[in-house]
């Protein structure tokens, strides 16, 4: 069955490993995305061994009008000694789609740690209009809450609003990561181990239960 | 829905009384809507997500409580401390002849 596809569905782009480290921003992207009003779709969604890694990242892609490509962790793999492709492969894909496939124009945010550091990397991105986080979650909650706002903008009148400043919904998440560990307890979910089914919709009732 | 259809009929006609009184009309906040829209996510459980958020108000009420009770026992002791203070100023303290 297909999945229905919101408007304001982001298809996000970034390490979900461990040993990447990017935790710590992923919950504060995520955190970030539902408090701005948009949904988030990624790979961990579902689980499910009859559908190809690429096939999925494919249909999340054309099912969203929006996505947010982290590249920051692009470094080499200290065990393999080889960079981390995937980022830079389905950012490749979701622009392509962009520029050959049908229907609605797609628009992506493109974060990285450093201004300028992409073009050493991805040289092909110059001119591109890219922000940068320096690894702070904070950073990055205000860089993608004024990405949203700049695409808020675009929609019809009705449908405009204004969001909170970045640190408002910073200090939301900071919260939301107090509360964390209560709200686990009561479900019996070891908090440290959280799968990102359990994670979302903890994350939604929370924000539900705490509006802006 | 009424059992009897005719009173269904009766509720439907304007009734040709006025009524007095105060209407409250509260417009939903741009901000309330956001937060309703996270639930149209194909990919969310709503059972989930409500049961989520039943604790997470649970929480909010519990850390209200708290903070109530903290601001009350600091009101109290505040005002203890200010009553020992008026207790002071009523105490007779004799004079005391320095030297001798």
């Given at each position: ?5 919101p ?13 990447a ?14 408090d701005c ?6 790979g961990l ?12 990242i ?27 492709f995937n ?25 990285d ?35 949203f ?64 | 829905?009424?059992e ?10 304007p009734?040709?009384k ?13 901000a ?69």
């Open positions: 069955m297909p999945v229905r596809s408007i304001r569905s982001v298809f996000i782009n970034c390490p979900f490993d461990e040993k480290g990017y935790k710590k921003l992923f919950d504060a992207l995520i955190f970030t995305v539902y009003g948009f949904f988030v779709r990624c969604e579902t689980i499910d061994s009859g559908e190809s890694r690429f096939q999925k494919c249909e999340l892609i054309r099912e969203c009008p929006y996505a947010i490509h982290d590249i920051s962790k692009t470094e080499l793999d200290t065990k393999t000694g080889l960079p981390r980022m830079p492969l389905e950012l490749g894909l979701f622009l392509g789609a962009n520029e050959f496939g049908r229907g609605r124009r797609k628009v992506c945010l493109i974060l740690t450093e201004r300028d550091r992409y073009d050493k990397f991805c040289s092909d991105l110059s001119g591109v209009d890219i922000a940068w986080h320096a690894n702070q979650p904070k950073k990055l909650v205000s860089e993608v809450r004024d990405w706002q700049s695409r808020i903008n675009q929609e019809p009148a009705s449908k405009r609003e204004f969001l909170p400043d970045g640190e408002v919904i910073f200090g939301r998440f900071r919260e939301f990561v107090k509360d964390l560990p209560a709200l686990c307890a009561e479900r019996r979910l070891n908090r440290h181990r959280l799968k990102y089914g359990d994670y979302t919709p903890l994350m939604v009732g929370w924000l539900e239960a705490h509006p802006p | 829905m009424p009897n259809p005719e009173e269904q009929e009766q509720s439907d006609k009734s040709g006025t009524l007095e009184g105060k209407v409250e009309i509260r417009a939903a906040s741009s309330t809507l956001r937060v309703r829209l996270i639930r149209q996510s194909p990919v969310m459980d709503p059972k989930k997500v409500e049961s989520a958020r039943e604790s997470a108000l649970k929480l909010k009420q519990k850390k209200l409580q708290e903070l109530e009770s903290a601001l009350k026992l600091k009101k109290k002791k505040k005002l203890d401390e200010s009553s020992q203070a008026d207790d002071l100023d009523d105490l007779e303290i004799p004079f005391i002849t320095p030297g001798l």
